[in-house]
């Protein structure tokens, strides 16, 4: 079965950092576009991050120089290394695998990100 | 930035009910327009790729329309499980974007 599972998620200060992992199952993440998705609380979706199957990649300007998106082969898995955390940063964070020319098709669960003191 | 408006925000609706949702872009985005449907606390879920492509999947009563810079999104009978918010998203260029959402609710 076809499956993302994030984690690491939690509550953060202001200024802090946190690394969110994204576990992939059924597919192989390297060979894909892989997507990071946020939602604030009562909000509509925000792109966040996108790494090319070549290993480039591209940020919204609101996170850029901030966060950085990154895969390990070995385990199959995303992840989005946050830095410099603001509470405008607090949202669901979604993994999703873009399949090219179709959009994103599969979805994890999504991990809460509180950036709050 | 390629701005991605949808109307209504809200739609109140019957079961049976056909439904139209639009998402109009800042410019010219071409076929390059993905629907998705979400379900509070849940994931989104794709439905139309490329303006009107179905997903697999997905009931045949949802389909997609237009290109360039209108396009829709119709449910031609509403289901009790179609009651969910719907985001139409552009993936023409970078920074990807969403519309702001339509809430569809039981009337």
């Known amino acids: 079965e076809v499956q993302l599972v994030e984690s690491g998620g939690g509550l953060v200060q202001p200024g802090g950092s946190l690394r969110l992992s994204c576990a992939a199952s059924g597919f192989t993440v390297s060979s894909n576009y892989m997507s990071w998705v946020r939602q604030a609380p009562g909000k509509g979706l925000e792109w966040v991050s996108l790494?090319?199957?070549?290993?480039?990649?591209l940020y919204a300007d609101s996170v850029k120089g901030r966060f950085t998106i990154s895969r390990d082969s070995s385990k199959n898995t995303l992840s989005l290394q946050m830095n410099s955390l603001r509470a405008e940063d607090t949202a669901v964070y979604y993994c999703a695998r873009v399949n090219w020319g179709r959009g994103m098709d599969v979805w994890g669960q999504g991990t809460t990100v509180t950036v709050s003191s | 930035d390629i701005q991605m408006t949808q109307s209504p925000s809200t739609l109140s609706a019957s079961v049976g009910d056909r439904v139209t949702i639009t998402c109009r872009a800042s410019q010219s985005i071409s076929s390059w327009l993905a629907w998705y449907q979400q379900k509070p606390g849940k994931a989104p879920k794709l439905l139309i790729y490329k303006a009107s492509s179905l997903e697999s999947g997905v009931p045949s009563r949802f389909s997609g329309s237009g290109s360039g810079t209108e396009f829709t999104l119709t449910i031609s009978s509403l289901q009790p499980d179609d009651f969910a918010t719907y985001y139409c998203?552009?993936?023409?260029?970078?920074?990807?974007?969403f519309g702001q959402g339509t809430k569809v609710e039981i009337k």
């Open positions: 790494i090319y199957n070549d290993g480039k990649t």
């Open positions: 998203q552009h993936y023409n260029s970078y920074p990807w974007t």
